[in-house]
C-alpha cells in the first residue's frame, strides 16, 4: 500500500509541495487507526531512542551506576548540545572513569547556537560529546562495563547490541528484517510502523511495578516527561510538545522524518515516517495527531509554530502555510 | 497525474526515504521526455531568475546602467552571501546611487561559513546584501531607474514587476495561474512543469544576434555559465555543476526542490520539481538528468557528490547511498 498524503505546503493560495507518510495509533486492542501502508518497513532511527535504553535499566547496569532520571533523559535524547547537555556527558563519562575517547559516536557541530559560537569563534572543533547521540552511548558505555565487553560497543555482534536488538523485537513484536548504520555508527533495526507503535503502546501501558521490562519502560518514558529540556532542547519540537503536554505525553523524533509518541493516560501508542525524510512535515504530522488523541490544546503557542501557524519571509511578510492534506490528522 | 519516483536513499540495504517528482526535457521540437505529470502547476521560486532578468536587458536598462556580464551572472544568482557576492552588490547599488535600504529582500544569514563566521563572531548581523536574492534585486533595482517607478519595486503591479510577468508568461508560453510571495518578498509566477522547461529551451536555442529577446535570453545563459561562482557559490550544486560542464550549460536551483538547465549546444531545456521540496533529491534528479543528455561526464567528482557517492556519517563510515528510482534517470 502507498503513502497516505500527510502535510502540505500552501503559497499564494496554491499547492508548493507536499509530504506522503505512513500513521499508525495502536492502543490496548492493537492498532486504532492507520494512515499510508501500517506494514510499511522503516528504519526507526532515534526514535527508538528508548527502547534502546531498556537494557541499560533492566540488566541492573543503571542502578548499579546510579544513575539519575536526569541522565536517563539524556540516554533517551537527540540533544542539541547545549552546555548542560555535554556537561551531564561529561560527568557522566567521568563517572564510569571514562573520557570522550571511548564513545563511538563521531564528533558534529552541535545545534545549539551558543555553544555553536563559542567553538567557531574560539576555532575549536566539536568532541563527540557534542553528538546528539553521546546521551544514548553514555548509556551503551554503562550497560557495556555492567556486562564487561570489548570497547566496540557499536559492532552489531557486541553484547550491548545484541542485547538492544533482544529487547526491540520483543517490544516491537516482530523479527526485525535488518538493520543500518545509523549517523552515530550504531545498528538501527528495521521495523514496521505498527510494530514501531505497537512498542510505543507498551511503554505507554507500562507500569512502575510491573515486572522488569515494565518497570524499565515506565521509567524511561516518565524520565523524558519530566526532563524534556534533557531529550532535544531549547525551542525543538521534542522538547517544546513534551512541554506542552505537561510531560504526560512522551515524544521522541528520528531522523528521516520518523515521530513516535507514549501517552500513558490513554494506553497509547503513535508511530509515523514521512517517506521523504522531511522534518518540518513529521513535526507537524505528530502535532496533528496529538491534537487529534486531545493530548495537545489547539491553543498551544507550539501547536501554531509547528502545524498552524503562517509561513513568514525575510521580512516577516505571510509567504503561505502548512495544511493537512484531506482524509489525515 | 501523479509524481513519478526519482531519487531513493537506501541504507542497510533497504529503501528508507524516496522523492516524487515531475520533470520535462524540451527541445526544439517540443517535449522529448517527461516523467511524472508534465502539466503539474509550481511555483519555479529562484529557478527562473535569468527569466526575471530578461527586461533588465530588453528594457535598455542594462545597457544604460553599463552593467557586465559578471554583474548579469549575479542578477541570475542565489549566492551564498560570500564576500565578493556582497561586494559586488555593494558596489552596483553605489553605482546606482543607492544603499541597503533601497534594496526589498530582506536580510538573512548568508550560507558561506567564512561570511557568516565573521558576522556571529563580530555579534554583527546580516545586511539585506547578504540575501541570496539581493543580485536579482540589484537588477530590479537597476531596471526601475530606467522605468522611473517607486520604491517599492516588488509590488506585484508596480512597472518592474508587471514586466516581469509579461516576459514571463511570453517564454513559458502560458498565462500565470497566480503567484506567491517568495521569500526575497517578489512575486513568483506559477506555471507547468512543461511551461518551464520549454522557457529554458528558449534561451538554449537564443542566438546572441536574434531580436531583443533572443539576444537577452542568450547574454543571460552565457553570463550564468562564465561567471558560475556568482550563480551560487564555492561548493553549491549550481557553481559545480556549470564547472563541471566547462560553462557549456547554465542551470540553477530553486527553494523547494526546482532545478532547471539550458543547453544550448542541444538547444535544450531541462525543468524538474520534487514534490517533496527536498534539495537533496532535486541536485541528484538534475545530475541524473544531465549525464542523461551527455550533458556531464559520470566521471566527473560532482557526480559522485551529488548522486553517486556513498553516504557517510561522523566517523565516516558508509551508512548507504542514494539510488534512481526505476524509471528515471
Not at 285 to 305: C, D, K, M, Q, Y
Request: glycine share 12%.
Amino acid at each position: 500500500m502507498t503513502a497516505a498524503p500527510m502535510i502540505e505546503l500552501w503559497r499564494g493560495g496554491m499547492l508548493e509541495s507536499e509530504h506522503h507518510g505512513h500513521a499508525v495509533i495502536y492502543g490496548p486492542g492493537g492498532v486504532e487507526m492507520a494512515w499510508g501502508d501500517p506494514n510499511a518497513v522503516i528504519f526507526p532511527r532515534s526514535s527508538v531512542k528508548m527502547i534502546q535504553a531498556l537494557p541499560l535499566i533492566e540488566s541492573g547496569a543503571s542502578e548499579a551506576a546510579g544513575l539519575t532520571e536526569r541522565q536517563l533523559a539524556l540516554a533517551c535524547a537527540s540533544h542539541s548540545g547545549e552546555a548542560r547537555h555535554r556537561e551531564a556527558v561529561a560527568d557522566w563519562l567521568a563517572m564510569l572513569g571514562l573520557s570522550d575517547d571511548d564513545l563511538r559516536c563521531g564528533a558534529h557541530m552541535p545545534r545549539d547556537p551558543a555553544e555553536k559560537k563559542r567553538l567557531i569563534c574560539s576555532d575549536s572543533t566539536p568532541c563527540q560529546m557534542h553528538n546528539n547521540c553521546s546521551g544514548k552511548h553514555a548509556g551503551f558505555l554503562t550497560l557495556n562495563r555492567h556486562l564487561g565487553g570489548g570497547s566496540e560497543y557499536v559492532d552489531v555482534m557486541h553484547p550491548v547490541q545484541k542485547a538492544v536488538k533482544s529487547a526491540f523485537e520483543e517490544v516491537t513484536g516482530e523479527t526485525s528484517p535488518g538493520f543500518g548504520i545509523d549517523g552515530c555508527s550504531a545498528p538501527n533495526f528495521a521495523t514496521s510502523v505498527t510494530g514501531l507503535a505497537r512498542a510505543m503502546q507498551f511503554f505507554a501501558a507500562a507500569k512502575p511495578g510491573g515486572g522488569l521490562r515494565e518497570n524499565a519502560a515506565a521509567r524511561l518514558a516518565q524520565a523524558m516527561g519530566r526532563y524534556p529540556e534533557m531529550v532535544a532542547g531549547d525551542g525543538r519540537a521534542c522538547t517544546d510538545l513534551m512541554r506542552a503536554m505537561g510531560g504526560r505525553v512522551a515524544v521522541k523524533t528520528g531522523a528521516e522524518a520518523v515521530f513516535v509518541a507514549i501517552l500513558p493516560e490513554q494506553q497509547r501508542g503513535i508511530a509515523l515516517k514521512i517517506v521523504d525524510g522531511a522534518t518540518r512535515a513529521s513535526e507537524a504530522a505528530i502535532t496533528a495527531l496529538l491534537l487529534r488523541l486531545g493530548a495537545l490544546e489547539h491553543s498551544h503557542p507550539v501547536v501554531e509554530r509547528l502545524l498552524t501557524g503562517s509561513q513568514r519571509n525575510w521580512r516577516g511578510l505571510i509567504t503561505g502555510e502548512l495544511r493537512l492534506a484531506p482524509g489525515f490528522g
